[in-house]
């Protein structure tokens, strides 16, 4: 028999500035606030602080939607959960696609057995709003699936037109709102979303492993029609098992079951899972410094819009100090988002290879691309903890050196000038 | 307008001892780990610590298999993780329930679109083996899934001999140790496990949000035959979708398509969810400072072997103060997992009283039950961080002064004399 392996240390990861597509560093707040004790699954500790979490995202979500909650996993597991509860087999959906994970929403919809309906662009576009509603005539579907910001191609679809059009059309509509959420202006109830989800690991500034999502009370609805209370907890003797409506089709998971989730953080308290009470913690910690940032005096902006307002002026100065070092943007830049910036590799500079020598050199990571992009678009984040003036700056000094070094001709100093000058524009430099 | 809410402060939880049936107090080891900062999600070091994580969890499961590896989601999201990944529509399922989570294997596999066929037991006992080898011979099923410790009724069904009859049925076996691993003997393939899941916030003392899951090769194979490569991540140009065998009906979730999450473990790295890595490191920690337990000095135990013992010592001595309070035992005790005993709530007491009475007054929280013994029954954990000489102690004298205030004749110091005379009897007293 083989020895066992020697047990390692404990966990001492390196420094880094995470300043990829995400997940980026994560607020030193929400890490401290993950690592408070836990109480039980029912302490009222614990059921009200889900209920301040609800409140919290609702006003993150901009939304009065009482079903507001977090699904325990991954922002593809908040897609996943929306996607399954929503669509039964045969139901018809439309995902217009501009980016990766618009194929995602495509793919997880065609596992819940729905039609699903692509509409394609290229990478690097949008849909203008014409193009989905002709869709939306022609498909008649139940759910309009559209992500908000795809990290993928570094762009927003314009979601404020959509709602309506979808309402008009009798679709539900539903946004992945990952990559955008906090670092871009967003509307759930305004703009007519019946579902839309998140994680962490973006500008909310935490790690992933947690979705926090808001359904309206006609996504509600559809759930609660295809939702049962769970084999095991049924009461003694009940026959029933809780089933809104006998001919619906039921959901076809379990964990991802919104109407069960639902009746856990709802007043019925009815045990689904145990909730994974440290994200929680940590999900509750994103929404709070979200909405205490800015004073809101003189005029100041105050809470999401400051956030926002934060992210829009970083991401502007990393994309003047970009250009100033010779980069050409990717993307239409009318519809990016202010957090995530992509830029062509510069010629002769391998993409690869340059990412691993920042993270060697400097503690600096930038992102790669999925897809057609590969090899041929670095992206750089500027979001969450890291939407941040050092971080701006110090990344861009770091970049320099590394196209320096790969035998690019850049301007000395080009980077860091063109973003404080950036700054300096909008009133902010020192 | 209504004015916003109020927000609400940092996260503080009032002091807790928690003796239930889990979640349990977390080790702060764990929570220490879980307060460090991110790597990104291919940083060496994050692909390295992966590593160890499925190389400890390994040692913890007591397998040699590759395919060991994190779900992130809590214990119920690796159950459905490897359910939807073995169980195809029409695939027959044979599914032993002894308690609630039995009900819920059923109920899951039924949602994947299983033949499920349940055998029942009355909550409080277990299967004997040529009962399910009936079954076995009857169903043939594609797979056997039997909960380990079913923490409802506090049993767990002895598995060493189910193995070698699934595999001479042609049946994959699977199990669900979230109640039972680290503080029970388990032992994945010298029992001739296919697959077994757990969560950490049980014997392993972490919090509720990661799944460990380990898989045989024979149920790597079916799942492999099933998965392909995620839409918009496909190499550019590729017609194949990547799946092993074009007739195998498709994972019915991209998020828990165990194929895919593979292939993000494995040397393919092919991305899939972005990993919860504040999880991950509790995970990881949760299993180091399992395999760091004893000193394995003079013949004394080591690692998980020291860990079971500690819970059969702590288990043993929580049992004995419980009989010396007068209560009487729930289920048949010669299965009886090691951490979580069940006691008949006393005639006279209301359950939920005494127990909101106890974490009021004491800080103390002990367990209800589900289903059939809800009202009858009350669960005391002793596990994880809690399996602790203090905590057995603590929570016998709280218990002692309940049920005297509630008006039950208890002999006075009856619960904690009787747990010293375990202790002695073991010859760990003081």
């Known amino acids: 028999m083989t020895p066992p392996a020697p047990i390692p240390g404990p966990i001492d990861p390196p420094a880094r500035l995470l300043m990829g597509p995400g997940p980026i560093t994560v607020d030193p707040r929400v890490l401290r606030a993950m690592s408070a004790q836990l109480t039980g699954q029912y302490d009222p500790y614990m059921t009200s602080t889900m209920g301040e979490v609800q409140e919290l995202y609702r006003d993150v979500f901009r939304t009065r939607n009482a079903a507001t909650l977090l699904v325990d996993g991954t922002s593809r597991a908040g897609i996943e959960a929306v996607l399954v509860s929503l669509l039964a087999p045969g139901d018809r959906v439309l995902v217009p696609i501009f980016g990766r994970f618009g194929h995602l929403l495509a793919e997880i919809s065609e596992r819940c057995g729905a039609e699903v309906h692509r509409l ?8 203008p709003a014409s193009e989905i509603e002709a869709a939306l005539r022609e498909v008649r579907p139940k759910v309009l699936a559209v992500v908000h910001g795809d990290t993928s191609t570094t762009l927003a679809q314009p979601l404020d037109e959509l709602g309506a059009l979808a309402a008009a059309h009798g679709a539900l509509f539903y946004t992945d709102a990952t990559a955008s959420l906090g670092g871009n202006a967003f509307h759930a109830d305004a703009w007519g979303l019946d579902a839309a989800s998140t994680g962490l690991q973006k500008c909310l500034a935490g790690p992933s492993g947690s979705a926090p999502l808001t359904l309206s009370e006609a996504a509600v609805d559809v759930i609660a029609a295809r939702s049962r209370v769970e084999e095991g907890i049924r009461p003694a003797g009940a026959a029933d098992d809780g089933a809104g409506e006998a001919d619906a089709a039921p959901i076809a998971s379990n964990y991802f079951d919104l109407g069960q989730i639902l009746k856990y953080w709802g007043p019925e308290r009815l045990n689904h899972h145990t909730e994974a009470t440290t994200m929680l913690y940590g999900a509750r910690e ?7 940032e800015g004073d809101g005096h003189d005029g100041g902006l105050r809470g999401v819009d400051a956030a926002v307002a934060r992210h829009a002026l970083h991401g502007a100065a990393m994309t003047a100090g970009l250009l100033g070092l010779g980069f050409e943007l990717f993307g239409d830049q009318s519809v990016r988002m202010n957090n995530v910036i992509g830029v062509r590799i510069p010629e002769g500079v391998d993409g690869d290879a340059g990412r691993a020598a920042l993270l060697r050199d400097y ?8 897809g057609p992009l590969h090899g041929k678009v670095w992206r750089i984040g500027v979001m969450g903890y890291n939407a941040r003036r050092d971080a701006v700056l110090t990344t861009l000094a770091a970049l320099e050196q590394l196209l320096r070094r790969a035998g690019v001709r850049v301007a000395p100093g080009g980077g860091v000038d063109a973003a404080l000058g950036a700054y300096a524009d909008a009133g902010t430099a020192a």
């Open 363 to 370: 503690g600096v990571e930038i992102g790669t691309s999925f």
């Open 286 to 292: 994103c929404a709070r410094i979200l909405l205490e």
């Open 120 to 127: 394609e662009r290229e990478w690097g576009t949008v849909f």
